[in-house]
């Protein structure tokens, strides 16, 4: 194996103890208190989880966590006027609408509530207008963890040919906007995409978010190209329960530079970025200098 691991599960306890370290001083030197409230509707397994582990990343960094748990049957005008208290409500600085919501309530409509100087998840049309656009906004935060994991192991990435495979609304997209953003010359694959192989071997940068197990393989991957792996998948293998990547891991990493594993890469980056997005949320709200490297 010759490809560097990015240690995503390292990278991402630094950036909570930097958050951590803010979160201190502004209580010391303002008295303020980051505040981050998220909502969850229903009982989807994998969300309660999701939500937990918020909870408790949120607690841990010294910030104030709110959590709202509501019945699957709530209906639009019950979540929406909760959305408007938490926007009215100062202790909060950045609000979390877990997804998916439950079929007959619109996600566009409820996210779009959220005052876009809370969202901290940055999928409000007004975020993803500034971002586009190149002003500063909330930014999704799990291309942001990667944009992270990208700067720190390249320093710069000016001139650099990045393909994000995939073009979701809160993966590939924004990715793919952050990239550009940082002067690569990118290239967004999808499903439609001819010679995918092709496009994926010119890349510096090659970021998969495909939700296919190991799609991506080694004879895909540039000799020393960064690959970040950004695809959870469960799957069974041997009679066990196993979780693995976009990427296939072991053929990937012997061509690669450096490699994300699953698990422990881009997954433990996206709480941590919640944790910076909201600190930064709450420096803005109160006019304050915004944390310096947790931030697009
Ligand atoms: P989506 O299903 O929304 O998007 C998948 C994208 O992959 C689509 O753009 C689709 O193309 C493209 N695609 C599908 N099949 C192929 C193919 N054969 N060749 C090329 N492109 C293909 O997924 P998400 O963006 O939400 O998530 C992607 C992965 O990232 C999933 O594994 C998910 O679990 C994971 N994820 C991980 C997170 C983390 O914290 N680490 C957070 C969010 C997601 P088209 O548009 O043409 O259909």
């Not at 924004?174 to 010679?195: E, F, N, W, Y």
């Not at 970021?207 to 190991?214: D, H």
Request: a neutral charge.
């Amino acid at each position: 194996m010759t490809a560097k691991v990015i240690d995503g599960k390292a990278f991402a306890a630094n950036v909570r103890a930097q958050v951590a370290d803010h979160v201190a001083r502004l209580k010391a030197d303002h008295g303020i208190t980051p505040g981050l409230a998220v909502v969850l509707v229903g009982e989807d397994p994998a969300s309660k989880v999701y939500v937990k582990n918020k909870h408790a990343s949120t607690i841990e960094v010294g910030m104030s966590s709110f959590e709202h748990r509501l019945p699957a049957e709530t209906g639009e005008a019950e979540l929406l006027a909760l959305i408007d208290k938490l926007n009215a409500d100062p202790a909060v600085h950045g609000i979390l609408v877990q997804l998916p919501l439950p079929g007959h309530l619109n996600s566009e409509l409820v996210i779009n509530r959220i005052d876009p100087a809370k969202d901290v998840d940055g999928f409000h049309i007004s975020n993803v207008g500034l971002l586009g656009t190149g002003q500063k906004s909330m930014v999704p935060c799990t291309p942001l963890g990667c944009l992270m994991m990208l700067r720190d192991h390249h320093g710069k990435l000016a001139g650099l040919n990045a393909v994000v495979v995939g073009r979701s609304n809160i993966v590939g997209k924004p990715m793919a906007q952050l990239l550009l953003g940082d002067s690569c010359t990118v290239t967004i694959a999808h499903s439609r995409t001819k010679d995918l192989a092709e496009v994926c071997k010119r890349a510096d940068i090659l970021v998969a978010a495909v939700g296919r197990p190991e799609m991506i393989t080694g004879d895909m991957v540039r000799p020393g190209a960064t690959v970040i792996d950004v695809g959870i998948n469960r799957i069974e293998r041997d009679g066990k329960a196993k979780l693995v990547g976009d990427v296939h891991y072991e053929s990937a990493a012997a061509v690669a530079g450096a490699i994300t594993p699953v698990p422990g890469g881009v997954g433990p980056m996206t709480i941590a970025c919640l944790l910076a997005n909201t600190l930064t949320a709450c420096c803005r709200a109160n006019g304050l200098a915004e944390p310096k490297g947790l931030t697009a």
